[in-house]
């Protein structure tokens, strides 16, 4: 086990607020599949946007909703059993 880097982590180091912006641009089509450094940037997502395009750039919109949700869910879930 070596020392954790960007390709290994996932998405978490991707906010869930980062993630919620990607998801409501796929929401109101307003963001592009396949996902792009500049339709990110569009999007204000220019930070993250090495690592999300490091796990969903070939991905199509379906593909990057069910990611992208998973995710998410997740995470509230992980935070419901910690309150």
């Known amino acids: 086990m070596g020392v954790p880097n960007a390709s290994n982590l996932g998405l978490a ?3 869930t607020e980062q993630l919620r912006t990607l998801l409501r641009g796929l929401h ?19 930070e993250p946007s090495g690592m999300i395009l490091g796990h ?21 879930d992980a935070a419901r059993m910690f309150r």
Do not use: N
């Open 13 to 15: 180091q991707v906010t």
């Open 28 to 46: 109101r089509e307003t963001l592009t599949c396949p996902l792009t450094p500049a339709g990110l940037a569009g999007h204000g997502l220019q």
């Open 56 to 76: 969903m750039r070939a991905l199509d919109r379906a593909a990057v909703h069910a990611v992208v949700v998973a995710v998410l869910a997740e995470r509230l």
